[in-house]
Nanobody, 123 residues
Framework: QLQLVESGGGLVQPGGSLRLSCAASGFTLDYYAIGWFHQAPGKEREGVSC???????LYADSVKGRFTISRDNAKNTVYLQMNSLKPEDTAVYYC?????????????????WGQGTQVTVSS
């Protein structure tokens, strides 16, 4: 059974950093694109970043230059390094998996989702 578990969220001051992890079990990440999404209260779930099976990455304009996605297939884990965090980054962050060599941040293309981890940026 495919399972994704996010970790690394928390409370951080503006300008701070967090590293989110997305650990996969029940399947091998090598054959899956992984996306990070966030959802703030009252808003739709939005794509933050994604990484394809061959390492191509995409970022939302709002996080370019601040966030970095990476994958460690040996550890079956994908990371999202978040630097220079802003209050508007506050949201629940989800990772999701989509089988195949795709590169997209469209939530509808992803089949398996984690439960999410809360990120709060506040002074």
């Amino acid at each position: 059974q495919l399972q994704l578990v996010e970790s690394g969220g928390g409370l951080v001051q503006p300008g701070g950093s967090l590293r989110l992890s997305c650990a996969a079990s029940g399947f091998t990440l090598d054959y899956y694109a992984i996306g990070w999404f966030h959802q703030a209260p009252g808003k739709e779930r939005e794509g933050v970043s994604c990484i394809s099976t061959y390492g191509m990455t995409l970022y939302a304009d709002s996080v370019k230059g601040r966030f970095t996605i990476s994958r460690d297939n040996a550890k079956n884990t994908v990371y999202l390094q978040m630097n220079s965090l802003k209050p508007e980054d506050t949201a629940v962050y989800y990772c999701a998996a989509a089988r195949g060599p795709i590169t997209t941040m469209r939530p509808g293309r992803y089949d398996s989702w984690g439960q999410g981890t809360q990120v709060t940026v506040s002074s």
